[in-house]
């Protein structure tokens, strides 16, 4: 039994007492004792495969702040890494591969990766942290979308332009499906083995969903999630498991990801939650939406942009408030406390109870 | 008087014959003539400081491709420059200025740059590429708009979290206005001298406002958008002078764009033409919109991503076709000649003549 279960209840669209906050990344380099402890471990992949320290970083900012979810601390590109493509992070620059997805061929080798054999660190810290959570919190677990995934397999790492990986959608059609239907289904062994092994809900980061037209959108990115969804198990022990789906820059697509059946969509700020909500939000509950950069300036500042967001979505549930991107390294711990204890503050007066 | 007059008047929402065509950045890294000269010239700003130079760059695609306008060849970047803020290149870096915008004292002892001195080279330049295009097609003038100036100008070059402009917008706005205020008048200084030197057209590259949220783009981009608007010679010789405003990443806001007066609004790839039209087609222009990376694929598959552009944009003027960003230095020039081919092949059922 959940001691908090404010945030499961909103992203079903129950009724709540305050709405629940988090923040993703929450667990990461704005906090010292993330960096003394990443400092210790060498590197940030050390960090991910040893389930004790991952869960280490799950709990940090949960000691500091009142935050209503902790969320698996994980990489985006477990799966790829599992699938023999060789993860590693260049100082400064972000994630790469030692051998990027480039033709036919590659795509035909790779293989749909044994959850159980590959990912078991995984699943063991999903785990330990619920064990360590002991009901104080749910647990989120997560995957990158298929499409976001293969941004940075073709690529070979970040991009700017992904001239790659759209090359080969605009090129080999075909190839591009082969490779996003392997990942789609490698995501839902994937995240029906951190449902199983205590994750009580789950969220799609489709990071890169937004550089795509609206029908390579439909047909490269949300078609894949769509796959996911469907197969994902949303009733474990009698608990529903809520899922998410966030196409950061998929303000245009906000009716298409509702259709999906998801629990609730995830918005970045550059859409007003009001106009959100008068689109999509009798369908589902709405994630987000401050711009991280207002956490840069001053707790009077976030306290006004809080409740300005609070005001816009108005009465009743169905909205779990978050940043529209994952938080800033750059980021004073102290801002974080004004920003989550806003939302509690603020949000009682448009919940009944 | 020009002989091609098509991007003119479909930027007016005048009849046309076909619809008219070009590329942002059409004068750059993909042709190997451009690399060659800019081999020869050293760096980047050598080029752009040199007329003489800068009008070979220009006309450099025109000799190509059947465009139906040139865009002067130049840096967004000169204002701050003239600024005396010390741009430079570094090397797969992008742009970075020498002394960065920090503070309040840093924004007041900027100068309006005395357009007639500093920036001397560009109206040298649009004065030679008018007498050496000889009316075959119109000059597009431009302009970095303000928000997207200072972007540069705070962060010191380019940004991945846009954490400092941000920051002193949300914990200093009164010093970010005071930029901004200097930025537009500036600017506003800066297209009438293209004007009055023999720019055709202008355009405001605003390729930073789409990481903004609703309310901050309106205050801190569109405002100052909107003041250059209404501070343009719109007229001159006799000839009306097209505007057009391209937010990167703003289909979320396209009546605000339109609303400002502008002739015609710039649309990136994520929305589609048909819905941007129904929106606001009947009050503006619409320029755009394919996804650049389509280049990268094969001369069918770009007569097929055009061709349907054009049907979905439909019959009647007021569509000036063009990739929804620049195009990528990667791309072949046989490929160019495959999309700007198909734009005037396909497009002539679309106009009564």
Redesign the interface.
């Known amino acids: 039994m959940l001691k908090n279960n404010r945030y499961i209840r909103a992203a079903l669209s129950q009724p709540v007492d305050k709405t629940p906050v988090w923040m993703m990344r929450q667990a990461g380099r704005y906090l010292p004792e993330y960096r003394e402890l990443r400092a210790k471990a060498g590197d940030f992949m050390s960090l991910c495969t040893n389930p004790e320290l991952a869960c280490e970083v799950t709990l940090q900012p949960l000691r500091r702040y009142q935050l209503d979810a902790a969320i698996l601390f994980s990489d985006i590109l477990t799966i790829p890494d599992a699938m023999g493509m060789g993860l590693y992070f260049k100082t400064g620059e972000g994630p790469a591969f030692k051998s990027p997805v480039k033709t036919a061929a590659d795509v035909a080798k790779l293989p749909i990766p044994d959850i159980s054999d590959k990912l078991k660190y995984v699943t063991d810290a999903v785990s330990l942290i619920r064990k360590e959570l002991n009901g104080e919190v749910p647990l989120i677990g997560f995957s990158g979308s298929p499409w976001t995934l293969a941004t940075y397999m073709v690529e070979g790492g970040t991009t700017k332009?992904?001239?790659e990986v759209?090359?080969m959608m605009?090129?080999q059609p075909q190839v591009m499906h082969q490779l996003l239907d392997k990942l789609a289904r490698s995501v839902i062994e994937y995240l029906n083995a951190q449902i199983e092994s205590g994750a009580q809900a789950v969220m799609l980061f489709d990071t890169w969903g937004?550089?795509?037209?609206?029908?390579?959108y439909q047909d490269f990115s949300l078609n894949y999630m769509q796959q996911i969804v469907d197969g994902l198990k949303r009733n474990h022990n009698g608990e529903q498991i809520p899922v998410t789906l966030f196409s950061k820059?998929g303000?245009?697509w906000l009716e298409l990801m509702a259709e999906t059946g998801v629990d609730c969509v995830g918005l970045d700020?550059?859409?007003?939650i009001d106009k959100a909500r008068a689109r999509i939000g009798h369908k589902v509950a709405l994630q987000g939406n401050m711009?991280?950069?207002?956490l840069?300036?001053?707790p009077q500042?976030i306290e006004q942009?809080v409740a300005d967001i609070l005001a816009k979505f108005g009465s009743g549930s169905g909205h779990v408030f978050n940043l529209g991107h994952g938080i800033?390294p750059?980021i004073a711990p102290e801002n974080v406390k004004a920003y989550v204890d806003a939302v509690h503050r603020e949000s009682q007066q448009y919940h009944s109870g």
Do not use: M
């Not at 700020?269 to 007003?272: E, G, H, Q, R």
């Not at 711009?291 to 207002?294: A, E, G, H, I, R």
């Open positions: 332009n992904f001239g759209k090359g605009f090129e937004g550089v795509l037209s609206t029908q390579n820059g303000a245009e700020w550059t859409i007003d711009d991280p950069c207002v840069y300036s001053t500042r942009e800033h750059g």
